[in-house]
């Protein structure tokens, strides 16, 4: 498994107020097996990571800035959570476009805790199963998604997890479904 992802791309997708823990284990999981991951955001410089939406964690470089990319600069996609970090990336409209075209590519996307409230802006979730953090379930339903409380979900070409809890599981499923 060491090598299962060489020569892919995979883009993190993520603005001020990523959950670190959702950033830095699925970074580390997909580079581990091979892949080149890189940090795509709203601005250009740093985002700020938090532990548990309150307490500053570390900064973060952000390689490419999401206006500049577009789903053929990548295989894959991680939208990790924390509350702020996605509430800031539904209301940029590049990254929208970014994650709808990401979707409905086909390519694989792995999304975890508060990630999917992207995926219900991009309007994707409709008729597709998911997990998530139990304040964005409603949001997923209203969007005309399914909603169930399990570790790791999969429909189609999106793996869906809680919360940082779930991260070895979640890994471990995408790591599986990058590699296709």
Not at 69 to 89: E, K, Q, R, S
Not at 107 to 114: A, D, R, T
Request: one cysteine or more; proline letters at 6%.
């Amino acid at each position: 498994m060491a090598t299962s992802l060489n020569g892919r791309r995979v883009a993190i997708l993520a603005a001020d107020g990523v959950e670190q823990v959702e950033l830095v284990e699925p970074r580390k999981a997909v580079t581990d097996a091979g892949a080149t991951a890189e940090v795509v955001s709203l601005e250009p410089g740093e985002i700020q990571a938090m532990n548990g939406d309150i307490d500053k964690a570390d900064k973060f470089p952000v390689d490419r800035v999401v206006k500049d990319v577009t789903v053929d600069d990548f295989d894959a996609l991680v939208l990790p959570g924390g509350t702020m970090n996605p509430d800031n990336l539904r209301a940029d409209e590049n990254a929208v476009r970014f994650v709808r075209d990401f979707v409905n590519s086909g390519k694989p996307v792995g999304v975890i805790c508060h990630g999917p409230w992207t995926l219900v802006e991009a309007d994707v979730v409709r008729g597709r199963t998911l997990t998530s953090y139990p304040s964005v379930r409603t949001d997923i339903r209203n969007a005309g998604g399914t909603v169930v409380d399990q570790e790791v979900v999969t429909d189609g070409n999106l793996t869906s997890s809680r919360n940082p809890d779930d991260l070895p599981a979640f890994c471990a499923a995408i790591v599986a479904g990058f590699a296709g």
